[in-house]
Each structure stands twice: as C-alpha cells, then as structure tokens.
C-alpha cells in the first residue's frame, strides 16, 4: 500500500519568513496530493491540493510543487503570519479511490 | 460549521462499557469516513462507506463495528475497548469516493475525543 512520509515534525519560523514541507509517497500510481491544515482543537481541513498533471499550484501565500519522477511534493507558505500556527498534513491518492493515506503531521510555529 | 457534525465531542467509558459515536453531514455527500487521530501518528483511516456499502476496513479489531443506515448518518459502535483506543475519532464525508476522474474534497467533523479507562 501507499506510504506517505512528511518532515520535519516540527518548524518554528520567524515571521514573515517562508516555511517548507516536505512529503514522499512510495506509490506511483498515487496521483490526487492534498494538504490539510488543523488548527489546534480543531477538525482538518483542506487548503490546497494538486493533481499529477501540474507541477506547480499557487494559492496567495500557498503554494505546492509536485516532483513526480522523485514522488516528492511540498508545501511552501510565504509571509507567514501568526494564523499560519497549525499542524499541516499531506496525503496521497488515486483516481476513483478516495482513500487517503496522510504523512505523520508537521507542527508549525510562527514566532511573532 | 462545515455540515458534518459528531456526537458526542467527549467520551469516557470504562473497559466493559458499550458505547456508539455519531456523524452526520448535511452536505449532501455519498462517501462517509471513520479515522482514528493519536498523538504523534498520522491520521488513520478506519472505515469507509461508499452510497452506504462498506468499501474500507483497514484491519480494524472488531471491537469497532460501524454501520451506515444512509448516505447523511455514519456510527461507529464500540465495546470492550482497550486504554490505547484512547483517541480523537474524526468523521469525514466526501461526494462520491469512486467517482472516475474525479477529486473529491473531504470534510471533517469535528471529531470525539475518547477516552479509555
């Protein structure tokens, strides 16, 4: 099955500076890339995704890039605001099945 | 709110109890999901149900058995847990899980958080 590898755990960034997340999937048959944010004691929810067929997505501040031949994506946010404070989840899946497998989870703390 | 919904936030039940979480969506959706979210692990799918059939048990004890009457209700009954059961369990739904060509966002309720005594 899929598995989905997301670093670091945790990130602190000064603010206004930019934060990267790094995600690995081990199948390539994977091609639906979803980012979920979860503000604490809060539910998850989606912020960006990206489609096998793009390279690159941008969303304002958001902003995810898809290396399909490295099966790598990331999410980069720029300008990062206190708000910004959550953990980020990636995920992976296929066409037609929406089962989503997410990576471990990365803490963000934006310092203010 | 997002329209889905779950009941009860908390739980706390002993070993021996019987229980049932609830979920709702108003969304109007087809697919509906359990996962299980614990400290420092990713979220875990649990079950899925695709216009009310079970599509996913991803080897789930079966002191976790769930049932979906329709598309806008999902439970997941619980007996004879285990303290490590202790967990936040979200509810998503989405429109159609095998829709072909197609991405279908979910959305989450808001979660249970349970606790095993």
């Known amino acids: 099955g899929e598995n989905v590898e997301q670093h670091p755990s945790t990130l602190s960034v000064q603010e206004g500076d930019s934060a990267v997340i790094k995600c690995t999937y081990s199948?390539?048959?994977?091609?639906?890339f979803p980012w979920y944010k979860q503000e604490l004691g809060k539910r998850p929810q989606l912020i960006i995704d990206?489609?096998?067929?793009?390279g690159e997505k941008k969303d304002q501040r958001i902003a995810v890039t898809l290396n399909k031949t490295a099966k790598h994506f990331s999410l980069h946010i720029t300008e990062t605001q206190p708000e910004d404070s959550a953990v980020y989840f990636c995920a992976a899946s296929k066409y037609g099945n929406e089962k989503l497998t997410f990576g471990t989870g990365t803490r963000l703390t934006i310092i203010p | 709110e997002t329209g889905v919904t779950q009941t009860p936030r908390h739980l706390v039940m002993g070993m021996t109890n019987k229980k049932s979480l609830k979920c709702e969506q108003h969304?109007?959706?087809?697919?509906m999901y359990w996962y299980k979210q614990s400290a420092k692990k990713p979220l875990e799918l649990m079950f899925v149900?695709?216009?009310?059939?079970?599509?996913e048990n991803n080897s789930v004890p079966s002191r976790f058995s769930p049932e979906c009457p329709n598309s806008s209700h999902l439970f997941l009954h619980l007996h004879t847990l285990q303290p490590e059961d202790s967990a936040l369990y979200l509810c998503a739904s989405s429109q159609d899980q095998k829709r072909v060509s197609s991405y279908n966002e979910q959305f989450f309720g808001p979660g249970t958080r349970l606790t095993v005594l």
């Open positions: 969304l109007g959706h087809n697919a």
């Open positions: 199948d390539s048959a994977s091609n639906y």
């Open positions: 990206i489609r096998s067929n793009v």
């Open positions: 149900y695709n216009f009310k059939e079970q599509t």
